[in-house]
């Protein structure tokens, strides 16, 4: 009889005891039951002496003792809370605290094994967990799972900014899965789950500042394929915070202000100079040739030729396609797409009707069709900016899917 894998839930916790009971229901319902909650409550040690940030500490501590009175689930906990405990001034933030949770389940673990990344703002049907087991159960050979999100909202005036931001984020993702680019994902810490043996085999979670999941779904990727796609959805909150430096919380603090720079739409064009530069590569590995994103990736690396030495260090085509991709990786990519923005002079709205006419036109409806020629993410409705979302989210499930299925 073969061992069914163990799952194990990682949730890093600051400030959340508002939050923790409903959580906690959602994972008391869920259908599969077999599974570990591993949390780090953390802060930093200095602010037990800090009064701006005591009741953060003081909020921790509520949480601590809700988890400890918690008798229907199995939970562990890593307390990086209490006085003497917290973070030193040098190491902490939620990156730390994934790390520390992850990497205490991979000591523990079996490689077939099982981490769910969660958040403890983050609403999950009661069918999450089985609907995640049964996709690592499929696809015993994928690194992990970028899973689809949606947010709820709130029927105030954080909607017009969330259904913003939200737009942004699936315009970007449906034109990386347009392009056929492996580095196809949209990064939630609240989202994504991955088999013990693919988290020790890229290395661990690197705890940067932020951006953490970024970054680790990179790593998944570079080591292998990650999927995109399940039936079920996480539900992340749309609320404001400064705990990280981008993200969602940071988005909705800076557009509140109506600063939306950090968060553009990149013209299609652009995604298409990194299709050009990507089906390049077979050619490169024969001959020196001019790419799309030769100027860009020079003045990143510093180097006039960044092909020269991949062709000198992998003798074959297939390694050496898989060094230029994790070359030119999700990180370059985003970085090249800004670079080519500095000189736009269209607006967020011109670009994506653009795009809209261009890829989905036949596919809108006539009252979508319509209105979308007067969009304004300031002025136009909240209805038609969720019907604008909801568009690119039936979209951009129906292009997870399809992409899935054609890398099976």
Known sequence: MIDKPRVYIALPILGESDNIKELLNCFRLQEFRSFEIVACVNQYDSWWQNPDKEHICKDNQKSIELLNFEADLNIYIIDKSSKGNGWPKKKGGVGWARKTIMDYISDKSDPKDIIISIDADTYYPI??????????????????????????????????????????????????IRINNPYCYTAL?????????????????????????????QKLVKIGTIGLW????????????DRVSFGTGPALMKGSLGNWTSYPHYKSEHFDNVFETYSLFDQLFMEE???PMDEFL??????????????????????????????????????YL??????????????????????????????LLLNIEGLDYEKSPIRLLNTLRDFLFDKEMELRKFRFVNIN
């Open 127 to 176: 069918n999450y967990i089985q609907s995640v087991i049964s996709f690592f159960d499929d696809n015993t050979e994928l690194t992990g799972l970028s899973i689809p999100y949606y947010h709820k909202l709130n029927r105030d005036n954080t909607d017009r900014l969330i259904l913003r931001y939200e737009i942004y984020m699936r315009y970007y993702l449906l034109n990386m």
């Open 189 to 217: 810490g609240s989202a994504m789950a991955f088999p013990v043996w693919a988290y020790r085999k890229a290395g661990g979670l690197t705890p940067v500042v932020a951006g953490e999941d970024f970054y680790f779904l």
């Open 230 to 241: 399940t039936s079920v959805l996480a539900y992340p909150s749309p609320r404001f915070s």
């Open 289 to 291: 040739i001019k790419t």
């Open 298 to 335: 020079s003045e990143q690396t510093k180097y006039a030729n960044i092909w020269a030495p991949l062709r000198k260090n992998y003798k074959d085509q297939k390694n050496f396609c898989k060094a230029c991709s994790n070359k030119v990786d999700g990180l370059r990519i985003l970085q």
């Open 338 to 367: 800004r670079k080519q923005h500095e000189d736009n002079i269209k607006s967020d709205e011109d670009i994506i009707i653009e795009y809209l006419h261009k890829y989905h036109e036949s596919e809108m409806d006539s009252d």
